[in-house]
């Protein structure tokens, strides 16, 4: 395997690319800072006050008002420089600055009558933040260096309450023992606020990322050495953000500045006395400065470029045969001539950025990330066998093109260009459907027969594993290519608002090619092709399928499709002392293209459906949006926001064809929707302390499911439609410490209910082929965790300050974090043979508590301008085997499998071999282990 070696090589070009057309380049996520200024002895509002944020070329001056703000800022830690003719010139340094939030710095001058220097002062860190009006957690670059187990951009939901990360694999068991993958398998469903996997948008410097067929999923996760900041938002968020139902994951990459930065990282869990070891290696790389093309070379040559250009840029991998290995046959790759082992999960991501400040009014942005993974999965059934299993692949290229420009000190536009690139594939040893056929021939030449070189998948009579004679051969081949164009206005036509308006188009091209068994079967058409009904002249031929090697495959979907995807919106953000209000209105569309439309797909589908192909091919939803807070004081706020949220069914359910009957899509699907309820109240008990209530409600609808046709041949056809629903309540407490005496932490708990039709699109037809009836009311959801408590305790000393414990001085630089979670039991259904019962007690029971703590700790020692960590991570660290009960769990027990277990009704014991196979490994979760590196900054 090369990408590893090829991915280097791709990073190198890019970045020559990036050297060479040093005219494209940076508009990303950004913040406000705001606030009056007046003279300190009289109390008189200062006009003409110049404020300049360091390290930028952004400022403002105050108003007749003494009022100032400067907008269009990146989130990061800044100074202020304060100057006015008559006044001391004041520094207030350390002013925070997120996405999409007004930081309030109000200012004191003093007059140049009175004596006195240039006067530094450390801006107050506020723990109540006012113009929150949903719920936002924002974890900042340090953070995610400090916490055990966040490593990348999705690690960020194991600090958010409320979320559930689901642990089943995503495959579908067919009536006929055959095993469907359903989606991407490495894609993880992460379940935020009761709602389904793949409800969340990905959005990087501000342009959406997610899934083109699977949906609200990730497929750049970004490592934490490429980002500045990451923003979950979970309430209701503003009139900008589309395409989400649970929350919005908002990544901020990092850029270049004045300093040259640069550093490298490695782990490994090879201690095995501190744990159990995966053989997993991490390293990474980054380097950032000022560009040194045109800062060097070309003033060198007389060439001197207006403005400042900096660049940013990261590289990092990952190798593990991960926590349940499969024991399957390895590839070596070479890296700079080094040979290294393929492990079962290997991944790497390069991130480059150009940032070119042309003026204070104008700058550019060029960025781009790429990630490569390739894998293959455990299957505790193919544990004999597992060089018999398909292995998989993803490569995702993201491009940005960005330009910011002020029209005014109150009025700027973004503009974005984006391409993302997903290619996805997985086989048998890189084996097409064709590859395992042999085809005979008549003696003129005409294809009589075919037959298979290989067995599908078959079980062990005595054993139940798959035998050695059965082969996994799965083609799939997805590749879609996405061409986004987003642009947007913000205007402060008022001290008191803010108004923001865009646009958003997105070119879907989408290439789509799921064989699941084209090396065992052949598809209709193959059947009257090749088994004796080619000359056959009575015998009409079936429709020929869409897509490659159309002969082969009983289970096969092949879609080309080119939908055009939309939305456009307005939003006000209005600003008073005691009162914040973001309004906003948004309209999401949809052109699902060309393919659904054609006469000839059209008719297929009325003849596999027996419904009638009367599908729009525009489809619109607006999506009202509103928040406003309360600042009761300045250690007291309350806000209450409200909003409707829609988003589009994973486009594999519009566009499955209906050619090979089984699942297939339907291009009437409607938008899903939710709409959402949330009040909050946060209250700073102390100078460090301070607690947030939040509680929310959801209700769903139009969740996508599926239903069961019979259409004019009698073949079953299971069609997607939107009869799901559900709702979710909950209420969050969160605890807060901010850094003092060496030592913060948050503590968060929530209580949740998540109840309603079905669990999944394909919960139907997993009770029609087990003959149960479909519910007639709502029940628990599979991730309903009543209740979590997630306690996250940092003690930390900066370099030269010591705690002193015992009246001995500790050394210095270092920090010791530890992140515990406590959860509830998931919901299972308890045995039964009858089906009533078993609708009525579909979910009733909950499954054991789970827990878990790791722990990070990190040593830093200074030489000079170069610092180095030694990094421990503990993951597990009490070890303990928690219960995983999609796995090897007895349901008539409400434990895992034992021997020594009957088989209900009766009381005769499973026997040994029954047993071996039904005690998955998975069914508790892996024990400690420990990642011991370190880590150079310079």
Request: proline share 4%; glycine share 8%.
């Amino acid at each position: 395997m090369k990408r590893l070696a090829n991915t280097v090589r791709l990073c190198a070009t890019v970045c020559v690319v990036f050297l060479l057309f040093n005219d494209l380049l940076h508009a990303g996520n950004t913040g406000k800072i705001a606030g009056v200024i007046k003279d300190k002895q009289t109390g008189e509002l200062l006009l003409g006050v110049n404020v300049r944020v360091s390290r930028t070329q952004l400022g403002a001056a105050s108003d007749i008002e003494g009022r100032y703000y400067i907008l269009q800022v990146l989130p990061g830690t800044y100074d202020l420089e304060v100057s006015s003719v008559g006044h001391h010139p004041i520094r207030i340094k350390d002013v925070k600055v997120q996405v999409d939030l007004t930081t309030t710095i109000n200012i004191q001058l003093e007059s140049k009558v009175i004596e006195a220097p240039v006067v530094e002062v450390t801006a107050e860190r506020k723990m109540v933040q006012k113009d929150v009006t949903s719920t936002r957690r924002t974890v900042t670059r340090e953070n995610m260096a400090e916490t055990p187990g966040v490593e990348s951009t999705n690690d960020i939901f194991s600090l958010q309450g409320g979320t559930f990360v689901s642990s089943s694999p995503q495959t579908l068991q067919l009536a006929d023992g055959t095993q469907l993958q359903v989606r991407d398998e490495s894609l993880k469903d992460i379940h935020v606020r009761g709602g389904r996997g793949g409800e969340l948008l990905y959005m990087v410097d501000g342009v959406p990322v997610t899934h083109p067929i699977y949906g609200g999923r990730s497929v750049l996760e970004l490592n934490r050495v490429d980002v500045e900041q990451v923003e979950l938002l979970t309430g209701a968020f503003n009139a900008e953000y589309g395409q989400a139902q649970s929350g919005v994951v908002n990544i901020t990459t990092r850029s270049g500045s004045e300093k040259s930065t640069g550093g490298i990282e490695y782990k490994a869990d090879r201690l095995k006395f501190l744990g159990e070891s995966y053989e997993t290696d991490y390293a990474s790389l980054y380097l950032g400065g000022r560009e040194p093309l045109t800062h060097y070379l070309l003033p060198e040559l007389g060439v001197n470029l207006p403005g400042s250009l900096y660049y940013f840029l990261s590289v990092n991998g990952s190798l593990s045969n991960t926590t349940y290995n499969n024991r399957r046959n390895r590839d070596e790759f070479s890296l700079f001539g080094i040979k290294i082992n393929e492990r079962q999960d290997n991944s790497g991501n390069v991130n480059a950025k150009l940032n070119w400040d042309l003026s204070g009014e104008f700058r550019l942005t060029m960025s781009y990330q790429g990630s490569w993974k390739s894998w293959s999965d455990f299957d505790w059934l193919w544990k004999n066998n597992p060089n018999n299993t398909a292995s998989f692949g993803r490569n995702t290229h993201n491009l940005m093109l960005q330009a910011n420009h002020f029209l005014s000190k109150a009025t700027f536009y973004n503009l974005s260009l984006g391409y993302l690139s997903v290619d996805y594939r997985g086989s048998l040893y890189n084996k097409t459907p064709a590859d395992y056929w042999t085809i005979t021939k008549t003696a003129d030449g005409r294809r009589d027969s075919a037959y298979s070189n290989i067995t599908a998948p078959a079980t062990d009579p005595l054993t139940g594993f798959y035998d050695n004679k059965g082969f996994q051969n799965i083609w799939r081949d997805d590749l879609s290519h996405i061409y986004t164009i987003k642009g947007d206005i913000t205007s402060q036509i008022h001290p008191e608002h803010l108004i923001k308006s865009g646009l958003e188009l997105k070119v879907n091209d989408i290439r789509y090619v799921d064989i699941q068994d084209g090396g065992t079967k052949l598809s209709n058409y193959g059947e009257w092709l090749y088994r004796g009904r080619y000359i056959d002249t009575t015998s009409s031929p079936p429709p020929i399928p869409p897509g490659p090697f159309r002969e082969f495959g009983q289970n096969r979907w092949v879609f080309l499709v080119k939908p055009l995807i939309g939305s456009w919106y307005i939003q006000d953000k209005f600003e008073l002392e005691m009162l914040i209000i973001n309004a906003g209105l948004r309209v999401d569309f949809l052109d699902i293209g060309g393919t659904v439309m054609d006469p000839a797909w059209k008719k297929q589908w009325e003849d596999a459906t027996g419904k009638k192909a009367d599908w729009k091919r525009f489809k619109f939803k607006f999506s009202p949006r509103f928040g406003i807070s309360f600042p009761i004081s300045e250690r007291t706020v309350t806000f209450f926001s409200y909003g409707h949220f829609v988003q589009l069914p994973e486009l594999q359910y519009y566009y499955r064809d209906p050619y090979s009957g089984g699942f297939t899509g339907n291009p009437k699907l409607d938008y899903e929707q939710t709409i959402l309820y949330e009040f909050g109240l946060t209250h700073q008990l102390a100078d460090f302390w301070a607690i947030d209530v939040k509680s929310y409600a959801k209700d769903i609808s139009k969740y996508v499911g599926t239903t069961r046709l019979r259409a004019a041949l009698g073949l079953p056809v299971e069609l997607y439609d939107n009869n799901g629903y559900a709702r979710a309540r909950g209420v969050e407490f969160i605890l807060t410490k901010a850094y003092s005496d060496f030592t913060s932490g948050t503590l968060t708990y929530t209580v949740q209910w998540a109840n309603g039709y079905s669990s999944s699109a394909f919960d139907d037809y997993i009770r029609s082929i087990n003959d149960f009836p479909n519910p007639i009311r709502e029940r628990s959801l599979r991730w309903d965790v009543r209740q979590q408590i997630i306690l996250q305790g940092t003690v930390s000393t900066p370099p030269n300050e010591h705690i002193n414990l015992f009246g001995l001085d500790l050394p210095d630089d270092w920090n010791l974090t530890v992140l515990s979670r406590f959860s509830t039991g998931q919901p299972y259904t308890p045995f039964t043979l009858d089906p009533a019962e078993a609708q009525v007690k579909e979910n009733t029971e909950r499954g054991p508590i789970t827990s878990s703590t790791d722990l990070r700790f990190i040593k830093g020692f200074k030489f000079g301008g170069v610092r180095l960590s030694l990094v421990v991570d503990i993951f597990n660290l009490f070890n303990q085997k928690n219960i995983q009960i999609d796995f090897g769990f007895n349901s008539a027990t409400g434990k895992p499998f034992r021997y020594g277990n009957t088989v209900p009704p009766t009381n005769k014991f499973y026997d040994w071999y029954e047993m071996y196979r039904i005690m998955d490994p998975r069914q508790r979760s892996t024990g400690r282990t420990a990642k011991v590196g370190f880590r150079v900054d310079w």
